[in-house]
């Protein structure tokens, strides 16, 4: 019985000691994954594959409270729609179904861009990608879109200048004259003027 006791107390340390950095989870309820996550794992999560339904709230967890994330993988998620004051804006709007939410990953309160995030695959349901989700984003270098992305908002990638040799779908319909791209991404990416990306006329 004591060497049982030792052995489990040793097992026990050793864990503690561990820091789990690569990460697979599964979110049956959208707006809930700040339960899955300890204040201790959260810290330390470097790599995070999500399954199932999520929201902006849960976007919002991710941008404010997963400090060292680097790679993101979101393609076996459902995007639900939200409607409140707590998902990733610091009012009430409504936030769309499949669409990556407003300010993803830019704290507009502060004025905080995410610097870490380097790598992003985005749900396979997407066909939206909202203003300023991606903005100032330095650290991104791979975005893998779907095939039923159509519409990027304004500023949505824009000073994400790592992401100069990424492959972005064509017919994407871009909100805004200075729309989301930066000109290194125009030039080397998408044929800005003219079949590869819409604008629309917001007058």
Do not use: W
Not at 41 to 69: C, M, Q, S
Request: charged letters at 20%; hydrophobic letters at 35%; a positive charge.
């Amino acid at each position: 019985m004591e060497l049982k006791r030792l052995i489990k107390k040793k097992l026990i340390r050793i864990l503690k000691k561990k820091k789990v950095t690569d990460i697979s989870i599964h979110v049956e309820i959208p707006g809930t994954l700040q339960t899955i996550f300890t204040q201790n794992k959260n810290k330390v999560v470097t790599n995070l594959t999500i399954l199932g339904l999520i929201d902006a709230r849960d976007v919002k967890y991710i941008r404010n409270f997963l400090p060292r994330l680097s790679t993101l993988d979101l393609s076996g998620v459902t995007i639900k729609a939200y409607n409140g004051a707590n998902g990733t804006c610091n009012y009430s709007i409504l936030y769309p179904a499949d669409e990556m939410p407003k300010n993803s990953f830019y704290d507009c309160y502060d004025g905080i861009p995410n610097d870490v995030l380097s790598s992003i695959i985005l749900p396979t349901s997407l066909t939206r990608i909202g203003y300023s989700a991606f903005f100032k984003c330095t650290s991104l270098e791979k975005m893998l879109l779907p095939s039923t992305i159509i519409y990027f908002d304004s500023l949505a990638v824009l000073g994400c200048t790592k992401l100069a040799n990424n492959q972005f779908p064509y017919q994407l319909i871009c909100q805004g004259e200075a729309c989301t791209f930066d000109n290194s991404i125009r030039n080397n990416v998408v044929d800005y003027e003219t079949t590869a990306v819409h604008k629309i006329n917001t007058t």
